[in-house]
């Protein structure tokens, strides 16, 4: 609907308005421009949030680290890819790149799963996991043509592309090896803070986002996002300049670290949250305790336009489902 359609509808509003709120076409009332104009700002407004800018979620989780001795980056994409769809997003809405499958390395004790806990009380590789790009796959350059959807549409199924628009929130999760705005791909290549800010760039231009939530779990994680520059993109990285991003603990029977401490203490806050949750964004970064994490956690607001307190987690981590309901007539 164009915009000259959309104030002729609204103006018949007004006066359908105008009308059942009494007022006598024989009698001299005079509508004034302010007065419309303030009615048709308001029903716009309630139009707006009646509808919502905000549509669909999406999720595009990426653990960029090879190697046996990395378990841990691959439980860190893993645990929020069950917390994702724990929360209502579906692999529909889901990419998930994992540049190597430490369930099947031969080193791998307990074969064909991946823990984040040493209890190993919950096998993150189950059956029901859907990787869209793994191993080799795992580039920069795909990485990159994901996000602004130049990948060859002819030979590449709808699953394996970030279908967004300009009403879809998308959670960005990065975790692998890194340094002062760098992040390392299959420990041969780089992916740089200015390459996401330009591929952010143009999903901006292109209509490919309303919010990104960028989150990053790397050593000088926050560097990643220092060259920003993008609308309605809010970022968080697990440690500042100069520092590193540690893990949490190991698994003697497994033989490596399995979780890094700041996704270990994100989960630890994103477990006590439902798809009707009220927790925020703020709460969340509250949450962040540099003596836990043993890093500063980082946060970057001055591009993202809403208050936190009224950025529900699920904004991000949870399904969005537009719903209509149709009240029956009692009349009839």
Request: proline share 2%; glycine share 4%.
């Given at each position: ?8 509808v ?96 031969p ?18 590789y ?27 549409r ?28 760098f ?21 901006w ?52 670290a ?14 006590k ?60």
């Amino acid at each position: 609907m164009n915009e000259l359609l959309k104030i002729l509808v609204l103006a018949f509003a007004a006066c359908l308005a105008l009308l059942s709120a009494g007022v006598n076409a024989r009698e001299q009332t005079v509508l004034d421009d302010a007065t419309l104009k303030q009615f048709l700002s308001d029903q716009l407004g309630a139009r707006e949030g009646a509808t919502g800018k905000h549509a669909n979620n999406w999720a595009v989780l990426v653990s960029t680290s090879r190697f046996w001795f990395n378990y841990r980056h691959l439980a860190n994409a893993l645990s929020m890819y069950r917390t994702v769809k724990r929360l209502g997003i579906p692999d529909s809405q889901i990419i998930l790149m994992l540049a190597d499958d430490v369930a099947c390395n031969p080193r791998n004790a307990f074969p064909g799963t991946v823990y984040n806990n040493a209890d190993r009380a919950l096998d993150l590789y189950s059956n029901n996991i859907e990787v869209d790009y793994r191993g080799y796959e795992v580039t920069v350059d795909t990485f990159l043509r994901v996000l602004t959807d130049k990948i060859d549409r002819t030979t590449t199924p709808r699953s394996k592309r970030l279908l967004t628009d300009e009403h879809s929130n998308i959670f960005i999760y990065l975790t692998g090896h890194g340094g002062n705005e760098f992040l390392k791909f299959q420990d041969a290549e780089e992916v740089s803070a200015f390459d996401l800010a330009d591929a952010f760039a143009q999903m901006w231009e292109t209509k490919r986002y309303h919010e990104i939530l960028f989150m990053i779990d790397t050593c000088q994680a926050n560097t990643m996002y220092s060259k920003f520059y993008s609308p309605n993109v809010l970022a968080v990285g697990s440690s500042e300049l100069d520092e590193s991003s540690y893990s949490h603990h190991a698994d003697s029977d497994v033989g490596v670290a399995v979780i890094d401490r700041f996704t270990y203490y994100n989960l630890e806050f994103l477990e006590k949250v439902d798809k009707g949750s009220e927790l925020t964004m703020k709460d969340l970064f509250e949450s962040y305790d540099p003596v836990k994490i043993h890093s500063h956690a980082g946060v970057r607001t001055d591009l993202y336009k809403r208050n936190l307190s009224d950025v529900r987690i699920t904004d991000f981590f949870g399904n969005v489902q537009a719903v209509e309901i149709d009240e029956d007539d009692d009349d009839q």
